[in-house]
């Protein structure tokens, strides 16, 4: 699925949903807006700004909470990655 196929553009802020810890990797989420329920990842790295120690799933938004992304691509293996830094957020609001 392309991300015109699930009506999103590429660097496009989204709210999405915490649905679950990958281990140490990341956060498994769905969109919730504008689109209805796409599933997608935001790494760890890309959770917040750069930091100089890895953060650990403690450090990660809870479950179930909704948080403000934006859309990067699709991965060779079909997963949609997302950043959560709130510099790539306010650079695709200032670009709007």
Known sequence: MGMERAGLT???AVACEVTAHRGRFGVD???VDP???VPAFIDFALLAEARPE???PSD???MGSVIEAVTIDFMPNGELRLSARRSDIAE???AQ
Do not use: G, K, N
Request: no cysteine.
């Open 10 to 12: 590429q660097f496009q």
């Open 29 to 31: 989420v769905e969109i």
């Open 35 to 37: 689109a209805a329920r």
């Open 54 to 56: 890895h953060p650990t």
């Open 60 to 62: 990660f938004p809870e």
């Open 92 to 94: 695709v609001r200032s």
